[in-house]
Nanobody, 124 residues
Framework: QVQLVESGGGLVQAGGSLGLSCVGS????????VGWFRQAPGKEREFVAV????????YYADSVKGRFTISRDNAKNTVYLQMTSLKSEDTAVYFC?????????????????WGQGTQVTVSS
């Protein structure tokens, strides 16, 4: 079992930066791949980024590539999402999610554990 708690959301102007954190607990968190997803009002949940359990491999959605950076510190049981050059279309609730399997990273159905989400609002 893995529990996830996100933090760091807020209001930021377009072009600004914001960092999110996802703190995990449970015996298998350090062996889990952890991803970030987001969901904007009226839209489907969207994959953002993922890091494997060691942090040695990362993968990003094209929409955030070059602007967002995912990283993790297993000593702190924390996964981070650093967001820069934010755009109004980045406005959404951001969720972190964990999985023990490998495969299609973008498929949210493959993630067994989810946090409650944190709101990110980018004003233009």
């Amino acid at each position: 079992q893995v529990q996830l708690v996100e933090s760091g959301g807020g209001l930021v102007q377009a072009g600004g930066s914001l960092g999110l954190s996802c703190v995990g607990s449970g015996r298998t968190f350090s062996r889990s791949s952890v991803g970030w997803f987001r969901q904007a009002p009226g839209k489907e949940r969207e994959f953002v980024a993922v890091t494997t359990w060691s942090g040695s491999s990362t993968y990003y959605a094209d929409s955030v590539k070059g602007r967002f950076t995912i990283s993790r510190d297993n000593a702190k049981n924390t996964v981070y999402l650093q967001m820069t050059s934010l755009k109004s279309e980045d406005t959404a609730v951001y969720f972190c999610a964990a999985r023990l399997t490998v495969g299609v990273w973008e498929d949210g159905r493959k993630y067994a554990y989810w946090g409650q989400g944190t709101q990110v609002t980018v004003s233009s």
